[in-house]
């Protein structure tokens, strides 16, 4: 966790989710008379690393025990750091046009740009926002599906509930499964709009026009070309994904005659993930051929955990007690948790980075508590600016959740590197940094690679053992892409009025429809609040990070190959164990926020632009054989016209 990021976590942001905290505001500080702003700044570092560990306990106690103690404990945490925030970027106004360092030019900025939930200059409506924010994400943790009625009453949380889209393939099962997520954000619609109110009048009173501004203001560019960026580099991979969305297309249909897609999109409860941006789960329809070599990492993430189950059991002697038993499958699943961590450990121990402090493995949340509600949603954490890091998951045996653990160390990592930063650049060169940097070793997970930990047989070589692994990347990857940018698109309509609350449903779908290729098989009305049910809408966390993130990462990708020395294909490159990579990532990972994305993003890539030619290049195979399968294929979707609303100038008829 960074400053930025810490500010981005108020309500709590994506990937490192945090909120904030001090006993009394710096107001009650005198201001040292003649402060210079290098000297101020100096100051808000020091005052921010005090107060951080505070901070940090707060908002984790918060997601890992959700009860209305900790949600209050949260919510004033939150309203006391955000007014000291205020206080901080009123004292910044002293330096506006004067000449100072520019490190100190740089930090003010940072201070503030850096939140994504500017505080209104009201302590009251302050107050309220904090409340909403804290009350939004516990809605989101203790989120739960029931069916049925007294002693035959079935409640199911997400986890479940993904289990279901993850392995069942019955079409009534995964459409009840979506459902039920999804009706649990019904009661956020209020809340998410007086949220949105809220933040809008902070970031006026900061002299932005609206939040979303301020989002777009992150990237060391004006903040009006961070959309046409995103378009730019969205329009060089949109050929590669029409591909992948034709060919999925056809074999649903093929799985499910009649009811495989919407007038040509993808039905949304069929893609294995509960938000379609994941495509993963649907490897055993997606498979392109089954008998060039397993791929089922899944598979054999199960079969060791429950031959690990058994052991245990039998060492226990646990065949009686239910109550015993539980606490063994417990203890069994948190320590498959554990050894999937140790691998993902192993990975940037091989580059020569550090291994994780002892604090990781007694303090992180592994598996989901028995005993309480918790956000399971995937999240790393720096607690204190000096090596407390912890990451927060509910980790099962799977593929989905065994990359995301390579995926949450690289925060870690990078949290570990520039900790000798001062507080204000212990951040990402950019948001998309942040989430790139473990989706870079994800990438570097080749079959070899696979094989060599023991979680793949020896693969075949030929064309159908490269397709098959070029697919099992392109359903995490390239299927993300359009979502990456979709629900951004959506927030920046929210905050900028475009989108009118009376609309919050039909512009999401219409916006899922366009990017994605994808649709609801019923009806989702403004009765609904269907962005709730994605955990970084009533998180606050910005979501086009990721969608850089999945450029960069291939970017990075690129640039550690060649720094490893690689020739070949870029996708069989693995720079597993290589320390001239490694040193070279660890370069960069270090500079943390002190310097402009470009700048750094050029000592590590020789190039200062964003630039989807490696994505390209990487999955140059696949593009190929997908425009051969789906010859003949009418492919692409037409976006449905939005029903118009009611007129709000006449009463709606009787």
């Not at 966790?1 to 107001?27: F, I, Q």
């Not at 075949?460 to 397709?467: F, P, T, V």
């Amino acid at each position: 966790m960074t400053y930025r990021h810490l500010l981005l976590a108020l309500s709590v942001a994506g990937v490192l989710a945090l909120s904030a905290c001090k006993r009394e505001p710096s107001t009650d500080t005198a201001i040292p008379k003649d402060e210079t702003a290098d000297q101020f700044i100096e100051r808000v570092n020091g005052e921010l690393r005090a107060m951080y560990p505070e901070i940090t306990a707060a908002q984790w106690i918060s997601n890992t025990y959700i009860t209305d103690d900790s949600k209050l404990i949260a919510a004033k945490s939150n309203e006391r750091f955000l007014t000291q925030l205020n206080d901080w970027l009123e004292q910044a106004k002293r330096f506006e046009g004067k000449e100072m360092s520019p490190p100190t030019a740089r930090a003010i900025n940072l201070l503030k740009i850096g939140t994504s939930m500017p505080p209104p200059q009201d302590p009251e409506k302050l107050a309220e926002l904090t409340r909403i924010a804290t009350d939004m994400e516990g809605m989101y943790g203790a989120g739960t599906y029931c069916t049925g009625e007294g002693d035959a009453e079935n409640c199911r949380q997400l986890g479940e509930l993904e289990d279901v889209l993850r392995n069942d393939r019955d079409y009534d099962d995964q459409l009840d499964a979506w459902r039920g997520w999804h009706s649990i954000a019904k009661p956020m619609r209020d809340k998410y709009t007086r949220f949105v109110e809220l933040v809008n009048e902070g970031a006026r009173d900061m002299g932005y026009a609206d939040a979303g501004e301020i989002w777009r203001s992150g990237y060391d560019m004006p903040p009006t070309q961070i959309g046409p960026e995103t378009d730019r580099l969205w329009n060089q991979v949109k050929p590669l994904y029409d591909q992948l969305h034709c060919y999925a297309r056809t074999r649903l249909e093929s799985k499910y005659p009649g009811e495989g897609s919407v007038d040509g999109l993808l039905p949304a409860h069929l893609m294995g993930n509960m938000w379609q941006q994941d495509w993963s789960n649907l490897w055993d329809l997606l498979e392109p051929y089954p008998n060039a070599g397993s791929l089922d990492i899944t598979g054999a993430l199960k079969k060791q955990y429950e031959a690990d189950l058994n052991e245990m059991l039998v060492k226990q002697n646990v065949m009686l007690d239910t109550d015993g038993r539980a606490e063994v499958v417990h203890a069994a699943q948190l320590a498959m948790a554990k050894k999937m961590a140790e691998r993902a450990q192993d990975f940037y121990v091989s580059l020569g980075m550090p291994k994780l402090p002892a604090s990781y493995w007694e303090n992180s949340q592994f598996i989901k508590p028995r005993d309480r509600d918790v956000v399971c949603h995937a999240s790393a954490w720096d607690m204190n600016m000096k090596g407390d890091v912890r990451t927060k998951m509910c980790i099962k045996p799977n593929e989905e959740d065994f990359t995301t653990i390579y995926h949450e160390l690289g925060h870690l990592y990078y949290d570990l590197a520039y900790n000798k930063q001062p507080p204000l650049f212990q951040a990402g060169a950019n948001d998309g940094f942040h989430e790139a940097i473990g989706d870079t070793i994800v990438l570097a997970m080749t079959p070899s690679y696979l094989h060599s930990v023991g979680l793949v047989g020896e693969q075949q070589q030929g064309h159908d053992a490269l397709i098959n692994s070029q697919m099992r990347m392109a359903l995490a990857k390239v299927a993300f892409l359009p979502f990456g940018l979709m629900i951004d698109r959506w927030r920046w309509g929210v905050f900028d009025g475009s989108i009118k609350p009376s609309d919050y449903n039909t512009a999401w779908w219409q916006l899922k429809a366009k990017y994605q290729g994808v649709a609801p098989v019923e009806a989702r009305g403004e009765e609904f609040f269907d962005p709730g049910a994605k955990y970084h809408v009533p998180g606050n966390t910005p979501y086009t990070r990721y969608f850089l993130a999945h450029i960069l990462q291939f970017q990075f990708y690129k640039s550690l190959c060649d720094a490893a020395g690689y020739k070949g294909p870029l996708n069989e490159c693995s720079f597993y164990g290589n320390k001239v990579a490694g040193q070279k990532f660890w370069a960069m990972l270090d500079k943390g926020a002190s310097q402009p994305w470009q700048k750094t993003m050029k000592e590590l890539t020789g190039s200062e632009k964003l630039d989807a030619a490696p994505v390209l290049e990487y999955f140059a195979p696949l593009q190929e054989w997908l425009k051969q399968q789906n010859e003949g294929q009418s492919c692409g979707w037409q976006v449905p016209a939005p029903k118009p609303a009611p007129r709000e100038d006449k009463p709606a008829a009787a």
